[in-house]
């Protein structure tokens, strides 16, 4: 996976909005796509790609995602499985450096 990945990726995510989500989870997945979303960009502009600690936090956020997404509607779905991609694709770029 190379940058190239990640930017159509994030390209795709930044076009939709912001699903409705019934669930007393809203806050903490809100939370979710601001620090996914904060690496990707970090990621983007930095030559130097993720340092461990951003990595180690990306992997935490993709646990959670994965924790809160399995009570919400099918309609939300796909919008918190592409920030789970995203998440998941910046680890696996940083490994394959």
């Not at 997945?29 to 990707?40: A, E, K, P, Q, R």
């Not at 993720?50 to 990306?58: A, G, N, V, W």
């Not at 993709?62 to 919400?72: G, H, I, K, R």
Request: proline residues 3%; glycine residues 6%; contains cysteine.
């Amino acid at each position: 996976m190379d940058r190239d990945a990640v930017l159509s990726l994030w390209e795709s995510h930044k076009e939709e909005r912001w699903p409705r989500v019934e669930s007393q989870h809203e806050g903490p997945l809100m939370t979710l796509d601001t620090v996914i979303s904060g690496c990707v960009v970090y990621f983007l502009d930095s030559p130097e790609g993720l340092d461990t600690q951003r990595i180690r936090i990306l992997k935490d956020c993709v646990a959670d995602l994965d924790n809160l997404t399995s009570e919400l509607d099918e309609d939300c779905g796909s919008y918190f499985q592409r920030l789970r991609q995203l998440g998941a694709l910046l680890i696996t770029t940083h490994h394959a450096i």
